[in-house]
């Protein structure tokens, strides 16, 4: 019994639920690919061997490598949101695992940046790629009249939820 609840309570809405058939299944279906995303996650970071901070700060970096940009420590505390103490410990086990080297910084001599090795690109890549590949498998799929409904209704439940959170955080002080 209680695996049965733990198993179906990502299922839950906590909400009254929509007005429509229709609605309940969309909202069913965004709670089911909310579950999906959970398990991915999980089993990027099972495969990883990395922590979630570990993990996001490698695709960060990996991602700045690709866009052609540098980043330093600095900017990773701001994208992570946390300490400098825990940034340079996060940095300390990529570079110590080889994911991350620290190289001098092309202007400024004092500062340095973080560029990923090849190891932490394959890294992410067999992390998250296959993920990736079943999310375009699957709009690929989906003619131009359902992709264009499809990233409509959900830019909408995005930018509402987005705008939930900057209520709440300016209701927080």
């Given at each position: 019994m ?12 906590y ?6 058939d229709?609605?309940r ?20 970071l099972?495969s990883?061997?990395?922590?979630n ?7 960060y ?13 600095k900017?990773?505390?701001?994208m992570?949101?946390?300490s ?18 620290r190289m ?8 340095s940046?973080l560029?990923?090795t090849p ?16 999310l ?32 709440q955080?300016?209701?927080?002080g």
């Amino acid at each position: 019994m209680p695996q049965n609840i733990i198993r179906h309570e990502q299922e839950h809405l906590y909400a009254e639920p929509p007005r429509s058939d229709a609605g309940r299944e969309l909202a069913s279906a965004l709670l089911r690919l909310r579950r999906a995303e959970h398990v991915q996650e999980h089993r990027a970071l099972t495969s990883s061997s990395l922590s979630n901070l570990d993990l996001r700060a490698l695709r960060y970096l990996v991602q700045a490598q690709r866009d052609e940009r540098s980043i330093g420590a600095k900017d990773l505390i701001v994208m992570l949101g946390t300490s400098s103490a825990n940034i340079t410990n996060v940095i300390d086990r990529l570079v110590g695992r080889g994911y991350v080297e620290r190289m001098k910084h092309p202007s400024d001599r004092r500062a340095s940046v973080l560029v990923p090795t090849p190891a932490a690109v394959q890294q992410v890549d067999l992390a998250i790629g296959s993920h990736h590949a079943r999310l375009v498998e699957q709009i690929d799929e989906l003619d131009d009249r359902d992709a264009e409904l499809a990233a409509s209704v959900i830019a909408r439940i995005a930018a509402s939820l987005d705008d939930l959170a900057e209520e709440q955080r300016r209701m927080a002080g």
